[in-house]
């Protein structure tokens, strides 16, 4: 299962760190993405990593803003948004795969297969 928070209401320019934790997963090899999906719009793919590798993706809409991290032992992973937008307004979702993802196949929703129940952000201007 996978349990996303930390969402909430900021003010243009502020932080929020979103968490994701993974119980039940009993291995370390595998791909976790953050998504997001504003109203009306589709799904994005924000930011992922994998375990082994420590490789990233980000967003162009993200880059520089926000940094995914991952903590092994407490099977959580971590998405840091500094710079926070009216348009980062959205449900951030989280999503493992058991696929080794990097680059733009990371925001490929379809090579997910668990996912969270999302969690609200809202950016204020």
């Known amino acids: 299962q996978l349990q996303a928070s930390g969402g909430g209401l900021v003010q243009r320019g502020g932080s929020l760190t979103l968490s994701c934790v993974a119980s039940g997963f009993t291995s370390d090899y595998y791909t976790v993405g953050w998504f997001r999906q504003a109203p009306g719009k589709e799904r994005e793919g924000v930011s992922c990593l994998y375990s082994s590798y420590g490789t990233t993706y980000y967003a162009d809409s993200v880059k520089g803003r926000f940094t995914i991290s991952r903590d092994n032992a407490k099977k959580t992973v971590y998405l840091q948004m500094n710079s926070l937008k009216p348009e980062d307004t959205a449900v951030y979702y989280c999503?493992?795969?058991?696929?080794?993802?990097?680059?733009?196949?990371?925001?490929?929703?379809?090579?997910?297969?668990?996912w969270g129940q999302g969690t609200l952000v809202t950016v204020s201007s």
């Open positions: 999503a493992t795969s058991r696929h080794v993802l990097s680059g733009t196949t990371c925001s490929r929703g379809d090579l997910y297969d668990y």
